[in-house]
């Protein structure tokens, strides 16, 4: 529909009138029928109005493309913050609604962005701690992503995401690129970029203490942590930092105590279940 709702915004700005806007080139029933998207109109009939109109077609299209990216992101959100929320609980069930919903609307015609399903798929693989039952499709997403020579903070957010598809030696590699790449760019004073980060660094954590890494191991994401602002939008991160720290000094008093803080936040997909 968006076509029709474009055509008719335009016209209504302009002030103009349905047979106005036909500008000859089709009947003023034809186009009103267009407008309510009971007829559907082929490019080059629109083009021909548009110019009829003196408007320019490539604008035109290019607020159409726009209007429909935008429409994606705004699906695609909703379902990752649905999407985020069954793996912030670990919840598989809550998982498995979301991804009806969005196997559903899709096949209403709701589009979403390419991004989502791969997203989706990650995430259950997350909340499952394994990446067996990760499809094909995805792991070449993920080749595309660690190959991937011009890192941005979307890099960086899909990067996050697929740790849990990666060897140990190759998380290792890629946390260390994407920490340095941080650094050079002064990430820190970037409160987005600091915030992709610290995800990337938290599933890192998670990632970690699943696969026995070495104290050592932990040294430069620990150092990320203890670089935050103390602000308090990193909040939950320093306490996840001090809850790994405590996991990894053995700190049993400390992991009972920021356990116990991040299960009351409902974070359990960075909680260790033999330890809390």
Known sequence: MIIEELLKETRLNAGWTQKEMAAGIVSESF????????HKIDADTLVKILKGRKLNPVVFFKQAIDIASNEKNTASNRIVI?????????????WQQVFEEYKESSETGVEYTQWLSYMLDLARAWILRSPENIT??????????????????????????????LDPEQVKYFTHKAYETFKKTNGILDINST????????????????????????????????????LPQYFAPRMIFKYYQALVNQNQKNIEKYGSILRDEKMMSVLQDNKN
């Not at 186009?31 to 009971?38: A, D, F, L, P, W």
């Not at 649905?82 to 809550?94: G, S």
Request: aromatic content about 14%; some cysteine.
């Open 136 to 165: 094909p499709k995805t792991r070449e997403q993920i080749k595309r992503v660690i190959n991937e020579k011009n890192w941005n903070i979307f890099t960086f957010n899909l990067l996050s995401m697929c740790l849990i598809a």
């Open 31 to 38: 186009y009103s029928k267009v407008e309510r998207g009971i």
């Open 82 to 94: 649905k999407a985020m929320h069954a793996t912030d609980c670990r919840d598989l069930q809550e």
């Open 195 to 230: 915030t992709i980060m610290s995800m990337l660094a938290t599933n890192f954590l998670i990632y970690a203490y699943l696969h026995n890494f070495a104290k050592k191991d932990y040294q430069e994401i620990f150092e990320f942590f203890q670089s935050l602002p103390m």
